[in-house]
């Protein structure tokens, strides 16, 4: 007999595939998607510049890996347009006999490192990254996936060694454009937007590529001497599903960034998933369960013949929109997936090429968000200069390097902006009035002065200067003289920070004067008791907190107003 555990565990899986109540729901849903998702992920393919096969494998192995794996009941896990166009900017993918065995390498190192980061319980992690690089980041990828495809939109080879001088050369070469190849992308684009307002919905854009596709075909046996490129062009199309591809170890060293940037890309973008989009209980999921997810299903992907892939936003809101009532709709768009490949795998071939760039064209320009732009530009400096650097660094070079040096960027500024918003109040208690009113600190401790000084701002290593700054001086004869500085709600306090008290209370002691510390948390205190700091400020000039806000800063000022008093 099965445990009680697991037959808990097991119905719980099972209500993840709802009930027979929601079952033709599902399968409306996942038919939806599934049509959907057969030339989004040949595009994706196309965008990342590998063959368009890899994208659709990518695309069915990651939506049932997802459907199965995450912990989001609706997210569906795809290959989205970030992601491909970082794995465009991966030489080992683009060129050389080992594109396979690199692909299918880069997969499930990205879901190792999801995977892991899951396993730990670090789905927090992606509220680190600031929204002036997201921004930035998104942005500059929208323009990337426009101008990369330029080519296969104006039937031009293009030269030049980024995106940017390739789209210029293009421009400087009208009069070479395929005139066919322009004509099927624009009709493309046309008819999406004119079928997206009819009943047709999310389908407008397989309808709108199969009657391209059809003019393409009609349009090469007209003009013969200006053929519009087909997908079996630059691949084969089998009609079966993908084989087992295995990873090559020594490709490793050379991808680890690639993949540590496409974890970072997926999983912040699933984690907007994870905390915008609730699961049929009405409890929001867990993003450290959609982190093990995404990682689940890119190992899937790579073992398949699948590009890495994350939880896409656009994916998930159709099949929902669709009507999706559990996780069995991404299992049916799977299948829908598979039957397409194995039973029109030879039709496939047939998709025109401007037909996908299109579909990519508009894409890019639904993904350039300018209010975000704008929204950001007015927060700040600081804020402006790190959107600036990572959206033209997403631009020039490859996108893996850009978005960890805007990460990098952030951070550094960040520090630095909380270092030098350290300041530091005197609190002055007047007869009578039970409050203390804020002044600036004295420019220096007397002899028999008794100072309150409170910090606010983070106490890290690079605030520790900013601090000891705006301390009063110590002259060479301060007899007698106590400053207390009030640490409540210091959580922990950096060695930087722990020397420079130490330092300030060895030159009041050497002037005849102390130095008491209050509202110290036992954190803090056992920090000040191994580094050996206690022993030099001594340990009854430091007053640990209580319950009772003030009281530990009342003890200190009363024992110094008896070591002042006890001088007079």
Do not use: C
């Not at 060694?161 to 454009?177: P, S």
């Not at 899937?300 to 896409?312: D, E, I, L, N």
Request: aromatic share 6%; charged share 10%.
């Amino acid at each position: 007999m099965m445990p009680l555990s697991a037959r808990v565990l097991l119905r719980r899986y099972v209500r993840r595939f709802g009930s027979k109540k929601t079952v033709a729901s599902d399968l409306k849903a996942g038919l939806v998607l599934g049509v959907e998702s057969v030339p989004d992920g040949l595009a994706a393919g196309l965008l990342a510049g590998v063959n368009p096969l890899f994208g659709l494998y990518g695309y069915l192995m990651g939506t049932l890996g997802g459907a199965l794996a995450t912990g989001s009941v609706f997210m569906t896990v795809q290959v989205t347009g970030a992601m491909a166009v970082v794995i465009a900017d991966v030489p080992l993918i683009q060129t050389g006999p080992l594109v396979g065995a690199a692909l299918a390498t880069l997969a499930i190192m990205t879901g190792i490192v999801m995977l892991v980061l899951g396993i730990l319980k670090l789905g927090s992690l992606v509220r680190f990254i600031p929204t002036a690089v997201l921004v930035g980041f998104i942005n500059a990828v929208a323009i990337s996936i426009v101008l990369g495809q330029l080519d296969n939109f104006t039937g031009y080879d293009s030269e030049g060694a980024n995106r940017i001088i390739r789209a210029i050369d293009t421009l400087f070469h009208l009069f070479e454009f395929s005139w066919p190849s322009l004509l099927v992308g624009i009709i493309t684009i046309v008819l999406i937007l004119a079928l997206e307002r009819t009943a047709l919905g999310a389908l407008a854009m397989v309808v709108a590529i199969v009657a391209t596709s059809a003019l393409a075909a009609l349009l090469n046996a007209l003009v013969a001497h200006q053929p519009v490129a087909l997908l079996s062009g630059i691949a084969e199309v089998p009609n079966a599903l993908p084989g087992v591809s295995l990873p090559d170890a020594s490709l490793i060293l050379p991808l680890i960034l690639p993949a540590l940037s496409l974890a970072l890309v997926g999983l912040v973008q699933g984690a907007a998933i994870s905390g915008s989009i609730a699961n049929p209980s009405g409890r929001f999921p867990d993003p450290s369960a959609d982190f093990r997810g995404q990682g689940v299903a890119n190992i899937a992907a790579g073992m398949f013949q699948g590009m890495p892939v994350g939880g896409s936003m656009s994916a998930t809101a159709l099949v929902r929109a669709a009507g999706a009532k559990s996780a069995l709709a991404n299992l049916v768009a799977a299948a829908i997936m598979a039957l397409t490949i194995v039973l029109l795998g030879s039709v496939i071939g047939y998709i025109a090429m401007p037909a996908l760039a299109g579909l990519l064209i508009l894409v890019g320009v639904r993904t350039f968000k300018l209010h975000d732009v704008l929204m950001v530009w007015r927060t700040g400096p600081i804020q402006i200069a790190v959107l600036t650097v990572t959206f033209v660094l997403t631009l020039l070079i490859p996108l893996q390097y850009a978005v960890l040096t805007g990460v990098g960027l952030a951070i550094i500024l960040h520090i630095a902006r909380q270092s030098n918003r350290v300041t530091v109040k005197q609190w002055v208690f007047e007869p009578g009035n039970a409050l203390p009113s804020e002044t600036a600190p004295p420019a220096a401790v007397a002899p028999g002065d008794i100072v309150v000084l409170v910090p606010y701002g983070s106490l890290f290593f690079a605030a520790a200067p900013v601090f000891e700054a705006q301390l009063p001086t110590v002259p060479v004869v301060a007899k007698r003289a106590v400053v207390i500085v009030r640490l409540r709600g210091k959580d922990e306090l950096g060695s930087t920070f722990i020397r420079v008290l130490a330092q300030y209370a060895s030159r009041l002691r050497g002037a005849g004067g102390s130095l008491m510390l209050a509202g110290v948390n036992k954190k803090v205190y056992e920090q000040l008791t191994v580094t050996g700091v206690l022993a030099t400020i001594g340990p009854e000039n430091v007053f640990v907190e209580e319950p009772r806000v003030g009281r530990a800063l009342t003890s200190a000022i009363q024992k110094a107003e008896r070591w002042v008093a006890e001088s007079e």
